[in-house]
């Protein structure tokens, strides 16, 4: 597959290689649209325009909030559904006996890390609400993996 400056590059002979037809073809050319060296002109120079300002894609992030509706818990397990791996499990983490959600959060937060990272995944806990954890997906799988179920937890 030609990359985007392989087709500029492809485009620019094109354009010179339809005007010199059309310039030797005289009067009647060789059945060669007259104005295809101007429509090649214009489609590359768009072309070159959209790469040279390409616009930074959005990140994709999912929140995993813990509060007091968990109840009864053994276990708090954290999945991605990603459009490239399939279903990836984070890892889980276990109870240890406190119903603080900013601590269930930190221990699953810390549980979880070291897999997502390895998947190119970030896991984090926003200071401002540190019973949440945010997950990011990695760059590029943003528009493919918002939507849906991608992000589920499953508590034991």
């Not at 005289?26 to 072309?47: A, E």
């Not at 890892?91 to 119903?99: H, P």
């Not at 970030?122 to 939507?147: F, M, Q, S, W, Y």
Request: glycine share 8%.
């Amino acid at each position: 597959m030609n990359t985007i400056e392989d087709i500029i590059k492809i485009a620019k002979i094109s354009q010179y290689l339809s005007q010199n037809d059309i310039e030797n073809k005289g009067l009647y050319g060789g059945g060669t649209d007259f104005l295809l060296p101007r429509k090649l002109y214009n489609i590359r120079k768009s072309v070159e325009w959209a790469n040279n300002n390409k616009i930074q894609e959005v990140d994709a992030i999912g929140y995993i909030k813990i509060d007091s509706s968990t109840g009864s818990w053994t276990s708090i397990e954290i999945f991605v559904n990603d459009p490239i791996l399939g279903v990836i499990s984070f890892g889980e983490s276990y109870y240890l006996g406190s119903d603080d959600p900013a601590v269930i959060a930190n221990t699953l937060l810390y549980d979880c890390i070291a897999i997502a990272t390895a998947y190119g995944y970030t896991l984090e806990n926003p200071l401002a609400t540190p019973d949440t954890i945010k997950i990011t997906a990695p760059a590029g799988r943003g528009a493919e993996i918002n939507g849906g179920n991608n992000l589920y937890v499953e508590i034991l």
